[in-house]
């Protein structure tokens, strides 16, 4: 088994280099291979076990929301907290609600019936929205509702998904309490996470003298009590997670950096791992029978219910016409519509696989269509812009001690400027130090006599309080193409 595994992740990693160039999104190749090996088609290796499924999923979904809540940002989040917000709550039961009641008349299912399986696909991929806009510079404020919204509504459709299920195979419980438990979900995981990213922040500033490795076995138990906390209180694992990350990403930690660069490799390996899972449970040859509920779940939720909660959320906000339309393309579904589509077999009521089969089915769609289409419609609705190159290169500032000195980078982008600047010749406050020029993805190391030319990226140390004064300096030594 271990050398089938080790042969899986060698096959991706060579599929990833070659795909490349074609921008395919990881999560389709990890998908793609997992079915490849499954037993619809090499049968290398037979998996068919919806439970362990769920349960290996759920492990990798604590490490990648984890991931998201680190890396959310409170000045990003405070600027959007109202639109993003309503979309990571009430947009997920929009959309859910919507697409039921439509997908109700359409197909004769009963109508909680269609409700499990529209919340089930109700939230975006986090994942999918990252990696696949990663070349891509839109909005500032539409890229953080986007992101931060991808990050923080799956929640909402895990604790949906569970509230629906736990209606239909207990339909003797009283309305209230379902109710009661589905508050308690909420308020419950969120508190729980503030409190354990609290907690978490203080001991690593209490240890701080110690090996760094005991940082990320540190980081490893506080994301697991995050959720196993909050599992043992019956309130949401996944939402305390986010939060646990999201109160520990926003506060002053030794070895930030490394951290961060942890936790998203831990999050990179999770979304692997777990599409690889996923594509072993499902069985191919069952499409023929759900592929038209497939296309239909796809439409209903793409076309009319996201649409409706992305207008209805944002009806206030300030946000044009474009970039809502542009919120709406940008719902792509992923991992956790996938994983939650193990729950209903898992609790007995899909023993067919028939609600999983048709999520995966609608999931891959949206994959292959809004993944490979949302930066054409950036393009079109002029909401893009060229990325600047990020150089192989780069340096980071570890320490252990608190700081006010950040390390930046600064890139002269030479389709905005033009000319060239001695570093002796620019007026920078004390202290800043221009540590590193990465030129064409070469170092050089800076003297008084370097050239700085466009193109160019700098590493620079320099007071947080600084930053802006110090990119306005260095900027001003060269000439602006569009006054020329």
């Not at 646990?244 to 999050?267: R, W």
Request: proline residues 3%.
């Amino acid at each position: 088994m271990l050398l089938i595994i080790g042969l899986i992740l060698l096959f991706l990693v060579i599929i990833a280099t070659i795909s490349s160039r074609f921008n395919v999104p990881l999560i389709i190749l990890a998908l793609a291979i997992g079915i490849i090996f499954g037993s619809d088609v090499t049968g290398i290796i037979y998996f068919d076990d919806a439970v362990l499924a769920q349960q290996l999923a759920n492990i990798a979904l604590i490490f990648i929301l984890f991931a998201a809540g680190f890396g959310t940002k409170n000045y990003h989040f405070k600027q959007v907290i109202r639109p993003t917000t309503l979309l990571a709550t009430v947009g997920v039961l929009l959309t859910a609600n919507i697409a039921a009641m439509l997908f109700c008349l359409l197909t004769g299912w009963t109508f909680l019936k269609s409700l499990l399986l529209c919340a089930i696909v109700s939230s975006t991929d986090a994942a999918a929205v990252f990696s696949i806009l990663r070349t891509r510079s839109i909005n500032r404020n539409i890229a953080s509702i986007t992101e931060i919204e991808s990050a923080t509504n799956d929640p909402m459709a895990i604790i949906s998904t569970t509230f629906i299920l736990q209606l239909i195979i207990g339909a003797e419980t009283r309305t209230y309490i379902p109710a009661l438990m589905f508050i308690w979900h909420l308020l419950g995981g969120a508190g729980i996470g503030i409190l354990v990213g609290i907690i978490g922040s203080a001991i690593f500033n209490r240890i701080k003298n110690i090996d760094v490795g005991y940082f990320y076995v540190c980081l490893i138990g506080l994301i697991l009590l995050s959720f196993g906390l909050a599992d043992f209180c019956e309130a949401s694992g996944m939402l305390s997670a986010f939060f646990a990350g999201y109160i520990m990403g926003n506060k002053k930690l030794p070895f930030k950096n490394g951290i961060s660069s942890f936790t998203e490799t831990q999050s990179f390996i999770a979304n692997v791992g777990l599409f690889i899972l996923l594509g072993l449970l499902v069985f191919p040859r069952h499409f023929s029978a759900i592929w038209l509920f497939g296309i239909a779940i796809f439409l209903l939720v793409t076309f009319v219910g996201r649409p409706l909660a992305v207008f209805l959320c944002t009806l206030f906000a300030k946000i044009t016409f474009k970039e809502k339309v542009f919120l709406s393309w940008s719902g792509i579904r992923g991992a956790v519509p996938i994983v939650l589509a193990t729950y209903p077999a898992a609790a007995g009521i899909d023993p067919e696989h028939e609600i999983f089969n048709i999520v995966f089915f609608a999931v891959t769609l949206s994959i292959l269509v809004q993944g490979t289409t949302i930066g054409k419609l950036a393009d079109l609705l002029k909401l893009s812009a060229r990325r600047p190159s990020k150089p192989k290169q780069t340096m980071e500032l570890v320490t252990i001690h608190e700081t006010n000195y950040e390390l930046i980078d600064i890139f002269i982008d030479d389709e905005m400027y033009q000319g060239e600047s001695r570093i002796s010749d620019m007026t920078l406050p004390a202290g800043t130090t221009i540590t590193m020029v990465n030129r064409d993805n070469q170092i050089i190391a800076p003297s008084g006599s370097t050239l700085v030319l466009p193109g160019d990226t700098l590493s620079v140390l320099v007071d947080k309080d600084e930053v802006e004064e110090v990119t306005v300096a260095i900027l001003r030594m060269f000439s602006n193409r569009n006054d020329s």
